[in-house]
Nanobody, 115 residues
Framework: VQVVESGGGLVQPGGSLRLSCAAS????????VNWYRQAPGAERELVAT????????NYANSVKGRFTISRDNALNTAYLQMNGLKPEDTAVYYC?????????WGQGTQVTVSS
């Protein structure tokens, strides 16, 4: 089983990044996907959720209107498109796949928003 995030990096305020979450070794299409983030000294925060079929999505108020979660079950991959990035979006972003309270975590990818 593997969950691997990619796409993080350094971006200026107002910029965009697209994170990817590639899954293998389990039936990805049966799992919801959550993106979390954790800033230094802060608790892990749920940023966005998408159900297994993609029919329902939910966002934290802090990212609503700027971030978009999506998935491609044929590619076993989920995405987090982040636009209008702010310095307060700086964090390690983690992908979590979940089904009936059980799931898998990736190792995280660093996103830094700074001029």
């Amino acid at each position: 089983v593997q969950v691997v995030e990619s796409g993080g990096g350094l971006v200026q305020p107002g910029g965009s990044l697209r994170l990817s979450c590639a899954a293998s070794g389990f039936t990805f299409s049966s799992y919801a996907v959550n993106w979390y983030r954790q800033a230094p000294g802060a608790e892990r925060e749920l940023v966005a959720t998408i159900t297994s079929t993609g029919g329902y999505r939910n966002y934290a108020n802090s990212v609503k209107g700027r971030f978009t979660i999506s998935r491609d079950n044929a590619l076993n991959t989920a995405y987090l498109q982040m636009n209008g990035l702010k310095p307060e979006d700086t964090a390690v972003y983690y992908c979590n796949t979940e089904r009936l309270g059980f799931g898998f975590w990736g190792q995280g990818t660093q996103v830094t928003v700074s001029s």
